[in-house]
């Protein structure tokens, strides 16, 4: 059951990182790409983070639960400044960021 558990969550990290890329390549083609500067920035900072996270679990590194640690600080700004704005790529980032804190912070309470 842990096992399983911890793919899902495995599963959220890549889901989050995925949709951060795709916020973030979205958000280079929107009309005002200043305004879009910290979400851009955010959403690559998370999903590096969120790759990462998702392979310390996946190799059972010592420091995974600590990672989770950042890992859901940095999801919860993306989320929040995701947001912000009123475009459908942004709003799925934030809900998927959102979810994907919630699993982190989880499982860092399991460890």
Known sequence: MENQKQQELIQKLLDCALTCEHCATSCLREEN???????????????DICIQAARLLQRESQIAGQYLLLCEEICRMCAEECSKHDDEHCKRCAETCTICADACHEKHQLT
């Open 33 to 47: 790409v200043a305004m879009m500067a910290n979400c851009i920035s955010l959403d690559r900072d998370c999903s």
